[in-house]
């Protein structure tokens, strides 16, 4: 390399890296803004890192090219040889005394740090179960039950738009988190904080937001085919917001918990089809006061039937059914002719496998 | 100097021999037991797996290089399944046949030769030890044609590698792979331990040992740690995958948690067990270069001796968001570890102060190792809290780091490596002009690829995700990062033009052209199947230079002394 330009590079370096440390200051060093309150600790123990870990690299980064452009042969040089120095033994002390007393401050401090994001409270605000699974997620609300006992649910579906978990700001949240296949993990980046979903494990940690928006998250632990999918959103409310939607969530929940908009009568041909010891369907509708068929697809060679029961008890109970169709193997189709039913909400079985198969039976317009 | 009338090396006509003059040329490739010939096909297979790997890599920047795209290459279109096998067999092949292999080529060749050794202790042994490697490759690769290879990651973490979610074959040649490549590594280790404690030259103390030795040493140790650690529990993951075993599966009362922990006892060490023999090239470069001894002998000593104890306790820091481990002492094992770190890097450095720093290929490939070790080093401390770990594990914040110690530093060094002993093994010098194109080339490609890792990961972006949503503001880094790595592609084919070239028209320099230190250059080059006909008197830690330059020996001598009789 040309002389004239190497000797000013030790300068040039040094103000490429005050430019740089100048541009990373403006911008939070580099990390997301943080929006929970164990966000803001976990930022400013990045910032302390991050200033420290830059002047160490400053400084030896370039010592290590002021060593190497200073001290290098040049063309005017003789072959005597340089001062043959073997080492120090006080510089070995003091380089490595001083890097040991910076490790124990940063130790310290990340003790607080891990300290503070790693306790949970036996009496959060609010808790919330995240199920994880092969690739999506589903949370739920396990202090918000519906009338038949299940929680409150935003469930994620593979394919389409991500699920949005909506909770209140300022309050302290406890997330569990669960898997039933492989390990995924809860990562929300602007919370600064992921801890893994573990399946054996139940992982609890505290959140809380402290500011109102839409954040993102996805899992950060590869989770197989469509793992770069597995995204959802975390929509952070008022705690008047959060109540509003919580009533009219629960409100849709209850209307779909008891057949709700999608199980209504459609005419007088209802059809079911029977597969793996299952029904395809959870909840058939026939209109009310006039007869109605049902067309039985038995897909598979087992005895099955389709039988219309008053509740849910009374076909162990042995009551006598509404209705009760032939049983036959399959694969076979069947019609059967179903008399009249007064309006009412109503219970189908197999009688054959009446634990596994089973579902609600709507006759008219069932209310509610 | 300990050269003789009677060159065996050399044809009747002169030339240089490749081979061992005593057997037919291709028969001599598979019956060899001579360790120069062996790390010859050491490397050159690690070379031709690092070609394989470095276009896995730019197959998986390409397909990253854009927001929402799903990459279509001619008989290639980079599904999600693609993707995921991409990420897991280029990581495979680049750590266990790349560097791995191109390490004990290092060793091989060198710690013969450096402690005055006619062959490694168990030839034989070593010829099995590199047989091993193609037929582990070969088994990994097989899966391409037995329904997929892996999909799981290097890490293949179960229950995602169990048998319910990885079906199929991919998986199962995987373990298999890792096993004989495992074993091939555990026996390679007893070779150097035992070559360098009983094979020594009369002279040669430990204490006069080059440190790239001691590190092959140290390195050897780690690796009959964790590797037979690994094996076993890969052979459990075997065992639940085909035999209805239970050790993973949470579902049967297994623990997943367990299997994270056997694969980072191995897994971390490994880490040190690839950059430990690349620092010991470095601590010979640097040196020779400067015209000065390694400043801190000893301290390097104790460093590597220190770095490879606490190897063996930080293993969890790969854990600290699974919830199940002890965050704040794999911190402090973490931490700590830096200091014998930051012990060699402060060295190095002081080795180069006073000095007459010879520009060449070498050496400024060494620097540069120095420059983006640190990068690498510094950033490693984020991860070390813990606390800050928990946003930054996963994410791309991590894979800039380990690319900057395992690519970046661990390229320099071996380039650094191979510019500086390409005239022991050949009689010819690398193209220098070649050389000093690729050292900028380099230079400017790795950091272009694997800073905007750091800021991608600060905002978010998780690892090993085939592509991500538009609007996010990580399209441009992701450019920027792909854009860099055809670079870093350059640099290495530029240095395989060189090797070609210099090869058959490279400058015949004489048997010492750098005026080194160390018992290798006593010898001819390329070095006679017997290595030595004479060897220097052996009375420092750098017997050749000490020979040629009487008037240091005293200087030299004196510090032997104090270095021999006091244990710090």
Redesign the interface.
């Known amino acids: 390399?040309p002389r004239s330009k190497t000797r000013r590079s030790p300068v040039a370096y040094g103000l490429g890296i005050l430019g740089l440390a100048a541009l990373l200051a403006g911008c939070g060093a580099?990390?997301?803004e943080p929006v929970t309150e164990q966000g803001n600790g976990?930022h400013g123990?990045?910032l302390i890192?991050?200033w420290m870990?830059f002047a160490?690299?400053a400084i030896?980064?370039i010592?290590?090219?002021y060593?190497?452009i200073r001290?290098?042969?040049r063309k005017q040089?003789d072959e005597s040889?340089?001062?043959?120095?073997?080492?120090?033994d006080k510089?070995?002390i003091l380089?490595?005394t001083i890097?040991?007393i910076i490790?124990?401050v940063?130790?310290v401090?990340?003790?607080i740090?891990?300290t503070n994001?790693?306790e949970v409270s036996a009496d959060p605000g609010m808790r919330v179960e995240v199920q994880g699974f092969?690739w999506q997620w589903t949370f739920s609300y396990p202090d918000e039950t519906l009338s038949n006992g299940e929680p409150v649910q935003v469930a994620g579906v593979l394919g389409e738009a991500p699920p949005t978990l909506v909770v209140p700001v300022d309050t302290v949240i406890q997330m569990s988190l669960k898997s039933e296949?492989?390990?995924h993990?809860f990562?929300i980046?602007?919370a600064?904080?992921?801890?893994?979903v573990?399946?054996?494990?139940d992982?609890k940690?505290d959140i809380t937001f402290d500011e109102v928006g839409r954040f993102?998250g996805?899992?950060?632990?590869?989770?197989?085919?469509?793992?770069?999918q597995m995204?959802f959103f975390v929509e952070v409310v008022t705690q008047d917001d959060f109540r509003a939607w919580m009533t009219k969530t629960r409100t849709a929940a209850e209307r779909e918990a008891s057949g709700g908009d999608k199980c209504k009568p459609e005419g007088t041909k209802v059809e079911v089809a029977a597969k793996n010891v299952k029904f395809d369907k959870e909840c058939l509708a026939a209109p009310a006061g006039t007869p109605f068929q049902i067309v039985f697809d038995n897909q598979e060679a087992i005895d099955h039937n389709v039988a219309i029961y008053q509740s849910e008890e009374a076909q162990p109970a042995g009551e006598a059914a509404l209705f009760q169709g032939e049983i036959f193997k399959g694969p076979k189709e069947v019609t059967y002719d179903v008399d009249p039913i007064p309006a009412g909400k109503y219970y189908f079985v197999c009688d054959v496998h009446p634990t596994a198969m089973k579902g609600t039976f709507n006759i008219g317009e069932p209310e509610g | 100097m300990a050269t003789t009338e009677v060159r065996p090396d050399l044809t009747p006509s002169g030339e240089i021999r490749v081979m061992s003059p005593y057997r037919a040329k291709w028969l001599g490739w598979f019956t060899t037991t001579d360790h120069k010939q062996i790390a010859k096909m050491y490397a050159v297979t690690a070379f031709f797996f690092l070609l394989v790997g470095g276009t896995m890599a730019l197959i998986i920047r390409t397909q990253l290089a854009a927001p929402e795209q799903t990459l279509s290459l001619p008989g290639l279109e980079v599904t999600e399944q693609v993707y995921n096998e991409l990420l897991t067999m280029h990581a495979t092949v680049m750590v266990f046949l790349f560097l791995t292999p191109m390490l004990a080529a290092f060793g091989n060749y060198f710690v013969p030769l450096q402690i005055g050794a006619a062959d490694m202790a168990f030839p034989r042994v070593n010829a099995f030890s590199y047989w091993m490697v193609p037929m582990g490759g070969i088994v990994l690769f097989l899966s391409y044609f037995t329904g997929g290879p892996a999909a799981a990651g290097w890490t293949s973490y179960s229950p995602l590698a169990g048998p319910q979610f990885s079906p199929g074959n991919g998986v199962n040649l995987w373990i298999g792979a890792l096993a004989i490549l495992g074993i091939s590594s555990t026996l390679g280790a007893i070779n150097f331990i035992v070559t360098i404690l009983k094979l020594r030259a009369p002279g040669m103390t430990m204490l006069r040992m080059p440190i790239f030795c001691w590190n092959m040493l140290i390195q050897s140790i780690l690796i009959l740690f964790s590797f037979p650690v690994v094996t076993a529990g890969l052979l459990l993951l075997w065992i639940d995958r085909n035999l209805g075993g239970a050790f993973f599966d949470p579902a049967n009362g297994g623990n997943v948690i367990l299997y994270q922990h056997i694969f980072w006892y191995f897994g971390h060490p490994e880490v040190y067990i690839l950059i430990l023999p690349l620092m010991g090239v470095i601590s010979e470069v640097i040196p020779v270069f400067s015209r000065k001894p390694l400043f801190g002998y000893k301290a390097f000593v104790y460093a590597t001796l220190s770095i490879a104890a606490l190897g063996t306790a930080v293993w969890a820091h790969h854990m600290f968001t699974t919830g199940a481990i002890d965050v704040k002492f794999f911190a402090a094992t973490s931490f700590l570890i830096s200091i014998p770190t930051g012990v060699k890097m402060f060295n190095w450095t002081a080795t180069m102060y006073k000095g007459k720093i010879w520009w060449n290929s070498s050496m400024l490939h060494a620097i540069g190792f120095l420059s983006m070790f640190l990068i690498g080093g510094i950033t490693g401390i984020f991860n070390a809290t813990g606390a800050i770990d928990f946003a930054i594990h996963d994410t791309y914040f991590v894979v800039g780091h380990f690319h900057y110690v395992l690519v970046s530093a661990a390229l320099f060094a071996m380039f650094a490596g191979l510019f500086y002993w390409f005239p022991k093994m050949t009689g010819r010098k690398l193209s220098e002009r070649l050389g000093i194109a690729q050292v900028i080339i380099l230079f400017i490609g790795v950091n272009m690829t694997f800073f905007p890792q750091f800021a991608l990961g600060l905002q978010g972006m998780p690892r090993r995700i085939q592509t991500y949503a538009d609007g996010l503001g990580w399209g441009w880094l992701n450019m920027l990062s792909t854009t860099g790595s055809f670079l870093v592609g350059t640099a290495v084919l530029l240095f395989v033009i060189n090797f070609f070239w210099s090869r058959k028209r490279g400058e015949i320099v004489g048997d010492n052209p750098w005026d080194a230190y160390t018992l290798e250059w006593a010898t001819t080059s390329p070095p006679p199947y017997y290595n030595f006909d004479a060897l220097p008197p052996i009375r420092t830690e750098r017997p050749v230079f000490d020979t040629n330059h009487p008037d240091v020996l005293a200087e030299d001598e004196e510090y032997d002394r104090r270095v021999s009789s006091h244990p710090l």
């Open positions: 390399m580099g990390q997301v976990l123990l990045y890192v991050f870990g160490i690299f030896v980064e010592a290590i090219f060593m190497a001290y290098r042969r040089d040889l340089p001062p043959q120095i073997h080492g120090n510089l070995e380089w490595t890097p040991a490790v124990i940063l130790f401090l990340s003790w740090q891990i994001v790693q092969q296949d492989v390990i993990s990562y980046p602007q600064l904080y992921k801890l893994d573990v399946p054996g494990l992982n940690f993102r996805q899992c950060a632990e590869l989770c197989g085919l469509s793992h770069a995204v």
